[in-house]
């Protein structure tokens, strides 16, 4: 074993959280979670880019680049109100050419549900679909947060679009944070553990009590434990000590650079604050959160314990709690109140729940055969729980249930 990686064994090898670091350093995949690769976006720019198009083309299709202006320095016809967008965008953010709008800003703006993008027979793609796009088109998720008239409003359908583009991590965030029951996570929490969340090491994939487990064992180091981690994992994420291509060289730099930038867009949800001072997230409260106030953070978890009272049952290693609605649809705090009730939760097992949040938790239809249960999406996409196998709950609450979903889903679908 390198000497770098023997050092950060010895500061203390019987912790679990220094030998999944050791581990997870070693590993190609020691990054882990990666969510936008070529953007660091606000809540304005992003308007700001919806506004342009919303003022040329409303609600209708507008023809895009499909070459990049090294190919082809020319627009041909039906391409200009494109470039006319890209000059006025420009002129507005200081940045942004033909080639980073369609290649990069359309690609996450379709993955935040805010735009469509279809082919040259004007058929609409899937956000993750390969092939040459044509043309783009707000959705009316797009126009509906365009034309919020409040901060709050706008930060719950941000919030919502944030989701989309993450894959539900801000809600497994906020899960992260209240089971630790102390309204925090550091940075180094952040980019040690939980960027690791649902990524898979030595045929082993880490959930969501896998990395709280291993937040808990790091906060009981010391600080001059964690101190001395921090540098050696520095000291080994050295690009200079690698051959090869990048995928075989660890850059601590680059690590913590994607950690920041997902920071960056967890804390313009209405969830989060982030406090530069103690480099700490936060779940935010007040006037611009969504718990007014710790009375109300506290309803949330006391939520979570109800589900384990109402039905009857313990707490079990591989499963996870899951909203089948997810929070972020919720567009006020009464509708996340509403919710975020145990009416509206499952427990059940790490593998199901990653399946629905690789799905943008868009399985939140709910359905019973005996006494499984089926999370559907609207695109007959099924996650199919087998009771007492992938899902525990009370079966003599199946109506309950039922009706709880259904009357959420009518008001919000």
Not at 104 to 118: A, E, K, Q, S
Not at 234 to 243: A, G, L, Q, T
Request: glycine share 4%; proline share 1%.
């Amino acid at each position: 074993m390198d000497k770098v990686l023997q050092e950060i064994l010895q500061i203390d090898s019987s912790r679990e959280c220094i030998k999944f670091l050791v581990k997870r350093v070693q590993s190609d995949n020691y990054r882990g979670l990666q969510i936008s690769q070529h953007n660091r976006y606000t809540q304005k720019e992003i308007l700001v880019i919806l506004q342009e198009i919303y003022e040329l083309c409303g609600d209708t299709l507008l023809q895009i680049r499909t070459s990049d202006l090294s190919k082809r320095p020319y627009n041909i016809e039906g391409e200009e109100k494109y470039a006319e967008l890209t000059t006025k965008i420009s002129s507005k953010l200081g940045r942004c050419t033909q080639d980073s709008l369609r290649k990069n800003i359309f690609v996450d703006l379709h993955r935040m549900g805010l735009i469509d993008r279809f082919n040259a027979k004007k058929k609409q793609l899937n956000p993750f679909d390969n092939g040459t796009k044509k043309y783009i088109a707000l959705t009316d998720f797009g126009i509906e947060f365009l034309q919020s008239t409040d901060i709050f409003t706008h930060n719950l359908l941000f919030t919502r679009a944030l989701e989309n583009l993450m894959q539900g991590f801000g809600e497994e965030i906020l899960h992260i944070i209240l089971e630790l029951e102390s309204n925090y996570l550091t940075l180094y929490e952040v980019l040690f553990f939980v960027t690791f969340l649902y990524q898979k090491l030595d045929s082993k994939t880490y959930n969501r009590s896998d990395i709280i487990s291993l937040i808990r064992d790091y906060r009981t180091l010391s600080k001059f434990q964690k101190q001395a981690l921090l540098e050696k994992v520095k000291d080994y994420c050295e690009p200079k000590n690698f051959s090869g291509d990048k995928t075989q060289k660890r850059d601590f730099h680059n690590f913590l650079n994607e950690t920041q930038q997902i920071l960056s867009l967890l804390t313009q949800m209405a969830y989060f604050e982030y406090n530069k001072n103690d480099s700490k997230l936060y779940i935010r409260t007040g006037t611009y959160g969504i718990y007014e106030d710790n009375t109300k953070l506290k309803r949330s978890i006391k939520e979570k314990d109800l589900y384990f009272e109402k039905h009857n049952i313990t707490k079990e290693k591989g499963f996870e709690l899951h909203h089948i609605v997810p929070l972020c649809l919720a567009a006020s705090r009464a509708e996340f109140q509403i919710i975020d009730k145990w009416e509206n939760m499952v427990y059940i097992d790490a593998f199901s729940h990653a399946k629905i949040t690789q799905n943008n938790n868009a399985n939140m239809r709910l359905s019973f055969e005996n006494n499984n249960a089926n999370f559907s999406d609207f695109n007959d996409c099924v996650v199919h729980c087998e009771n007492n196998i992938n899902i525990k709950y009370d079966t003599e609450k199946q109506e309950l249930m039922l009706d709880y979903n259904k009357r959420i889903l009518d008001s919000k679908v």
